[in-house]
Protein backbone atom coordinates (compact mmCIF):
# COMPACT_ATOMS: atom_id res chain seq x y z
CA UNK A 1 0.00 0.00 0.00
CA UNK A 2 1.30 3.67 -1.29
CA UNK A 3 2.12 5.60 1.69
CA UNK A 4 -0.87 8.10 1.18
CA UNK A 5 -3.00 5.17 1.38
CA UNK A 6 -1.85 4.13 4.69
CA UNK A 7 -2.13 7.91 6.14
CA UNK A 8 -5.49 8.12 5.00
CA UNK A 9 -6.30 4.82 6.45
CA UNK A 10 -5.12 5.84 9.74
CA UNK A 11 -6.91 8.99 9.64
CA UNK A 12 -10.30 7.12 8.70
CA UNK A 13 -10.08 4.20 11.44
CA UNK A 14 -8.92 7.05 13.96
CA UNK A 15 -12.31 8.63 12.97
CA UNK A 16 -14.25 6.26 14.22
CA UNK A 17 -12.19 5.11 17.15
CA UNK A 18 -9.76 7.52 19.32
CA UNK A 19 -6.60 5.42 19.70
CA UNK A 20 -4.99 2.74 17.72
CA UNK A 21 -2.22 0.82 18.77
CA UNK A 22 1.10 -0.03 16.63
CA UNK A 23 0.55 -3.24 16.71
CA UNK A 24 -3.45 -3.32 15.70
CA UNK A 25 -2.16 -0.88 12.21
CA UNK A 26 0.66 -3.02 11.43
CA UNK A 27 -1.57 -6.17 11.23
CA UNK A 28 -4.42 -3.83 9.78
CA UNK A 29 -2.39 -2.38 7.01
CA UNK A 30 -0.19 -5.02 6.43
CA UNK A 31 3.27 -3.39 6.82
CA UNK A 32 6.12 -3.36 9.51
CA UNK A 33 5.93 -1.55 12.64
CA UNK A 34 8.85 1.17 11.40
CA UNK A 35 6.88 1.66 8.37
CA UNK A 36 3.33 2.36 11.06
CA UNK A 37 5.42 4.30 13.05
CA UNK A 38 7.14 6.34 10.44
CA UNK A 39 3.70 7.02 9.39
CA UNK A 40 2.43 7.94 12.88
CA UNK A 41 5.68 10.88 12.72
CA UNK A 42 4.41 11.90 9.83
CA UNK A 43 0.41 12.42 10.59
CA UNK A 44 2.02 14.21 13.70
CA UNK A 45 4.32 15.91 12.22
CA UNK A 46 1.09 17.58 9.70
CA UNK A 47 -0.71 17.95 13.10
CA UNK A 48 -3.49 15.29 11.99
CA UNK A 49 -3.25 12.93 15.06
CA UNK A 50 -1.36 12.69 18.38
CA UNK A 51 1.38 10.37 19.16
CA UNK A 52 0.96 8.37 22.41
CA UNK A 53 2.85 5.27 24.59
CA UNK A 54 2.16 2.26 22.05
CA UNK A 55 0.43 4.30 18.86
CA UNK A 56 -1.64 7.14 18.14
CA UNK A 57 -5.09 8.79 19.48
CA UNK A 58 -7.14 11.45 17.52
CA UNK A 59 -6.29 14.82 18.36
CA UNK A 60 -8.47 16.59 21.34
CA UNK A 61 -11.87 17.56 20.10
CA UNK A 62 -12.63 14.88 17.02
CA UNK A 63 -12.95 12.11 20.41
CA UNK A 64 -13.21 13.45 23.54
CA UNK A 65 -10.18 12.46 25.94
CA UNK A 66 -10.29 8.87 27.48
CA UNK A 67 -7.56 6.65 29.04
CA UNK A 68 -6.98 3.16 26.98
CA UNK A 69 -6.17 0.39 28.10
CA UNK A 70 -3.65 -1.45 26.29
CA UNK A 71 -3.60 -5.13 25.90
CA UNK A 72 -0.45 -6.30 28.72
CA UNK A 73 1.56 -8.15 25.87
CA UNK A 74 1.61 -4.19 24.10
CA UNK A 75 1.79 -2.49 27.40
CA UNK A 76 4.63 -4.42 29.36
CA UNK A 77 7.12 -3.44 27.04
CA UNK A 78 6.16 0.44 27.00
CA UNK A 79 8.21 2.46 29.11
CA UNK A 80 10.43 -0.80 30.17
CA UNK A 81 13.44 2.03 31.43
CA UNK A 82 10.57 3.45 34.24
CA UNK A 83 9.19 0.20 34.92
CA UNK A 84 11.86 -1.64 35.75
CA UNK A 85 13.43 1.25 38.28
CA UNK A 86 10.20 1.40 40.25
CA UNK A 87 10.30 -2.11 40.43
CA UNK A 88 13.39 -2.19 41.90
CA UNK A 89 13.13 0.52 44.19
CA UNK A 90 9.34 -1.11 45.06
CA UNK A 91 11.30 -4.06 46.42
CA UNK A 92 13.22 -2.31 48.96
CA UNK A 93 9.82 -2.49 50.75
CA UNK A 94 9.33 -6.19 50.79
CA UNK A 95 9.91 -7.60 53.99
CA UNK A 96 11.39 -11.04 54.02
CA UNK A 97 8.79 -13.98 55.55
CA UNK A 98 6.22 -11.84 54.66
CA UNK A 99 2.99 -12.57 52.24
CA UNK A 100 2.17 -9.87 49.94
CA UNK A 101 -0.43 -9.38 46.88
CA UNK A 102 0.69 -8.44 43.59
CA UNK A 103 -2.21 -7.04 41.16
CA UNK A 104 -2.38 -7.67 37.57
CA UNK A 105 -1.00 -5.43 34.87
CA UNK A 106 2.68 -4.37 33.29
CA UNK A 107 4.53 -2.54 36.01
CA UNK A 108 3.24 -5.41 38.83
CA UNK A 109 4.30 -8.19 36.50
CA UNK A 110 8.34 -6.41 36.22
CA UNK A 111 7.62 -5.90 40.40
CA UNK A 112 7.20 -9.51 40.06
CA UNK A 113 9.44 -10.55 38.64
CA UNK A 114 12.06 -8.35 40.30
CA UNK A 115 10.67 -10.30 43.91
CA UNK A 116 10.57 -14.01 42.27
CA UNK A 117 13.44 -15.32 44.66
CA UNK A 118 12.71 -13.60 47.71
CA UNK A 119 11.98 -15.98 50.69
CA UNK A 120 8.13 -14.98 50.68
CA UNK A 121 4.47 -15.97 49.60
CA UNK A 122 3.41 -13.98 46.85
CA UNK A 123 -1.03 -14.31 46.02
CA UNK A 124 -1.79 -13.17 42.73
CA UNK A 125 -4.62 -13.75 40.12
CA UNK A 126 -2.67 -12.93 37.31
CA UNK A 127 -2.18 -15.04 34.84
CA UNK A 128 1.18 -13.94 33.60
CA UNK A 129 2.60 -12.92 36.87
CA UNK A 130 1.73 -16.77 38.05
CA UNK A 131 2.82 -17.99 34.91
CA UNK A 132 6.29 -16.55 35.11
CA UNK A 133 7.20 -17.02 38.67
CA UNK A 134 6.01 -20.86 38.05
CA UNK A 135 8.38 -21.47 35.59
CA UNK A 136 11.66 -18.43 36.66
CA UNK A 137 10.57 -17.93 40.87
CA UNK A 138 11.69 -19.89 43.74
CA UNK A 139 9.33 -17.95 45.94
CA UNK A 140 5.88 -19.54 46.96
CA UNK A 141 2.77 -18.37 45.32
CA UNK A 142 -0.88 -19.13 45.41
CA UNK A 143 -3.00 -18.44 42.80
CA UNK A 144 -6.02 -17.59 43.17
CA UNK A 145 -8.87 -19.42 40.53
CA UNK A 146 -11.62 -18.88 38.36
CA UNK A 147 -12.68 -18.16 34.68
CA UNK A 148 -9.68 -16.79 32.86
CA UNK A 149 -10.20 -12.94 31.24
CA UNK A 150 -7.48 -12.90 28.66
CA UNK A 151 -8.06 -8.81 28.96
CA UNK A 152 -6.71 -7.70 32.04
CA UNK A 153 -4.86 -11.30 32.36
CA UNK A 154 -6.54 -12.02 35.50
CA UNK A 155 -8.45 -15.58 36.76
CA UNK A 156 -12.18 -14.68 38.65
CA UNK A 157 -14.17 -17.13 40.06
CA UNK A 158 -18.13 -15.64 39.64
CA UNK A 159 -19.11 -16.33 43.15
CA UNK A 160 -16.74 -14.01 44.46
CA UNK A 161 -12.63 -13.93 45.60
CA UNK A 162 -11.51 -15.45 48.55
CA UNK A 163 -12.78 -13.09 51.71
CA UNK A 164 -10.41 -15.03 54.32
CA UNK A 165 -7.34 -13.92 51.72
CA UNK A 166 -4.98 -11.30 54.31
CA UNK A 167 -1.93 -10.20 53.53
CA UNK A 168 0.92 -7.66 55.17
CA UNK A 169 0.88 -5.66 51.83
CA UNK A 170 -0.88 -5.12 48.60
CA UNK A 171 1.54 -3.93 45.41
CA UNK A 172 -1.12 -2.80 42.55
CA UNK A 173 -0.83 -0.48 39.79
CA UNK A 174 -3.43 1.50 38.00
CA UNK A 175 -4.40 2.91 34.53
CA UNK A 176 -4.76 6.95 35.80
CA UNK A 177 -3.90 8.49 39.29
CA UNK A 178 -5.65 11.59 40.17
CA UNK A 179 -6.35 13.68 43.73
CA UNK A 180 -9.05 10.90 43.97
CA UNK A 181 -7.35 7.73 44.11
CA UNK A 182 -6.59 4.77 41.87
CA UNK A 183 -8.28 5.26 38.68
CA UNK A 184 -9.40 2.33 36.30
CA UNK A 185 -11.73 1.80 33.27
CA UNK A 186 -12.19 -2.00 33.53
CA UNK A 187 -15.07 -2.99 36.69
CA UNK A 188 -13.10 -6.31 37.65
CA UNK A 189 -10.09 -4.71 38.24
CA UNK A 190 -12.10 -2.35 40.25
CA UNK A 191 -13.42 -5.06 42.38
CA UNK A 192 -10.05 -6.64 42.54
CA UNK A 193 -8.55 -3.57 43.77
CA UNK A 194 -10.91 -2.81 46.37
CA UNK A 195 -11.32 -6.56 47.42
CA UNK A 196 -7.32 -6.66 48.14
CA UNK A 197 -7.15 -3.38 49.40
CA UNK A 198 -9.34 -4.27 52.44
CA UNK A 199 -7.37 -7.33 53.18
CA UNK A 200 -4.17 -6.08 53.40
CA UNK A 201 -2.46 -3.97 55.49
CA UNK A 202 -0.64 -1.36 53.52
CA UNK A 203 -1.17 -0.56 49.58
CA UNK A 204 1.80 0.35 47.78
CA UNK A 205 1.12 1.95 44.09
CA UNK A 206 3.55 1.22 41.25
CA UNK A 207 2.46 3.39 38.41
CA UNK A 208 4.94 5.53 35.82
CA UNK A 209 4.44 9.30 35.63
CA UNK A 210 2.41 9.05 32.80
CA UNK A 211 -0.49 7.62 34.98
CA UNK A 212 -0.72 10.81 36.62
CA UNK A 213 -2.03 12.62 33.43
CA UNK A 214 -4.61 9.69 32.04
CA UNK A 215 -8.45 9.75 33.50
CA UNK A 216 -10.14 6.74 33.11
CA UNK A 217 -14.04 6.81 34.54
CA UNK A 218 -13.99 4.89 37.80
CA UNK A 219 -11.84 5.17 41.07
CA UNK A 220 -10.97 1.94 42.21
CA UNK A 221 -9.38 3.33 45.60
CA UNK A 222 -9.41 6.79 47.50
CA UNK A 223 -6.13 8.48 47.51
CA UNK A 224 -5.65 8.55 51.48
CA UNK A 225 -6.04 4.49 51.28
CA UNK A 226 -2.90 4.69 49.62
CA UNK A 227 0.26 4.24 51.88
CA UNK A 228 3.15 5.01 49.69
CA UNK A 229 3.29 5.66 45.66
CA UNK A 230 6.32 4.72 43.74
CA UNK A 231 7.11 6.37 40.28
CA UNK A 232 9.84 7.72 38.17
CA UNK A 233 11.25 11.14 37.87
CA UNK A 234 9.18 12.10 35.17
CA UNK A 235 6.47 13.05 37.82
CA UNK A 236 5.75 17.00 37.66
CA UNK A 237 6.00 19.30 40.83
CA UNK A 238 2.01 19.42 40.49
CA UNK A 239 1.29 15.88 41.02
CA UNK A 240 4.28 15.81 43.76
CA UNK A 241 2.43 18.24 45.87
CA UNK A 242 -1.09 16.52 44.80
CA UNK A 243 1.03 13.21 46.38
CA UNK A 244 2.03 15.03 49.71
CA UNK A 245 -1.39 17.14 50.10
CA UNK A 246 -3.28 13.55 50.69
CA UNK A 247 -0.45 12.60 53.18
CA UNK A 248 0.73 10.24 50.68
CA UNK A 249 4.74 9.17 51.33
CA UNK A 250 6.41 9.25 47.95
CA UNK A 251 9.44 7.14 46.36
CA UNK A 252 10.68 8.29 43.19
CA UNK A 253 12.83 5.36 41.31
CA UNK A 254 16.04 5.75 40.00
CA UNK A 255 16.94 5.31 36.66
CA UNK A 256 18.69 1.56 36.59
CA UNK A 257 22.66 1.82 35.31
CA UNK A 258 23.22 -0.23 32.31
CA UNK A 259 25.62 -3.14 32.90
Not at 6 to 30: C, D, Q, Y
Not at 176 to 185: F, Q
Not at 200 to 209: F, M
Request: charged share 25%; hydrophobic share 45%.
Amino acid sequence: MQEKHRLNAVLEALSERPFLSVNELKENIGVSSATVRRDIDKLVAAGQARKVYGGVTALDGIHPRRSVALPFVDNRDIAVDAKRAIASAAAEFVREGSQIIVHAGSTCFHFGVRIADRGIRVDTHSMPLAAYLAEHGTCQVTVGGGDLHREPGLLYRPGGLDPDLYAQQFFVGALGVSADGILESHPLLVKFVQHFADRANEVVLLADSRKFDERPPSVALPLWRVARIVTDAGLSEDHRAMIRDAGVQLTIAEPELAA
